[in-house]
């Protein structure tokens, strides 16, 4: 059985320099992300609220949480409360949007977001459709943003073992992101792209992912 540094080293050893990895520690104990802190990862993904909010405070200062779950409105002020959140990565609504941003507004701080986009063919994923988020970009609705820097876009792939719908969904993904930039040529550092999980990070990345988010190929199977 290979333990959690075996595991990061042999995924590491993969990965093309300019994309980061997200080990994403959702129900899994505060030991083993210290097992892979010590192992060097310092980025981590976390899905629910109060599960971040409790591992925040017991876990060293310099790992940069990302929020990778879905996120209830009335839960932002906890989020952006429970401690430093280095980037939230599910975006899936406007109003979510503005509701974090009025938080951060308030609270004095950026909130640094990436825009979750639904391409996959499940409907129980969240996250805009792409004539949504064309149409918040083409119509300059982030221009109302005052707290939040938009960083990217995010998205997942069709749960399915027909890797050419993979390899499109993810294109999709991609695509969009260039497209918005046409758009909007004046957005600052709407850069990543995040894409990919345990099962399907490396076509992501031959599809233009920066930014994995893996999981169970780190820690193993989770418990729900
Ligand atoms: C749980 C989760 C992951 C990690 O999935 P694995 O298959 O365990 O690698 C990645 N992204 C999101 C949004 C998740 O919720």
Request: net charge negative; charged share 25%; with cysteine.
């Amino acid at each position: 059985m290979s333990t959690i540094a075996d595991s990061l080293t042999a995924i590491r050893s993969t990965l093309p320099a300019e994309v980061e990895l997200v080990a994403v520690s959702k129900f899994h104990p505060a030991e083993a992300i210290e097992e892979a802190y010590s192992a060097g990862q310092r980025i981590f993904g976390e899905s629910r609220v109060q599960e971040l909010s409790k591992k925040i405070p017991v876990l060293p200062d310099d790992i940069r949480w990302h929020f990778i779950g879905h996120l209830q409105t009335n839960k932002v002020r906890q989020l952006l409360t429970a401690g430093p959140i280095a980037l939230i990565e599910s975006i899936d609504s406007e109003k979510l949007l503005d509701a974090i941003d009025k938080e951060a507004m308030r609270l004095g701080i950026t909130a640094r977001v990436l825009m979750q986009v639904h391409v996959a063919a499940e409907e129980t994923k969240f996250g805009f459709s792409p004539d949504e988020i064309i149409g918040y970009f083409s119509e300059r609705r982030f221009e109302n943003l005052r707290a939040t820097h938009l960083c990217g876009i995010m998205g997942m792939a069709t749960n399915t073992d027909d890797e050419a719908r993979i390899r499109t969904d993810f294109e999709t993904i991609a695509s969009l992101r260039l497209d918005i930039l046409d758009m909007a040529p004046d957005l600052r550092g709407f850069d990543i792209v995040s894409m990919g999980m345990s099962d399907d990070y490396h076509i992501a990345i031959e599809s233009g992912s920066n930014l994995i988010r893996i999981g169970t190929a780190i820690f193993g199977e989770r418990n729900y």
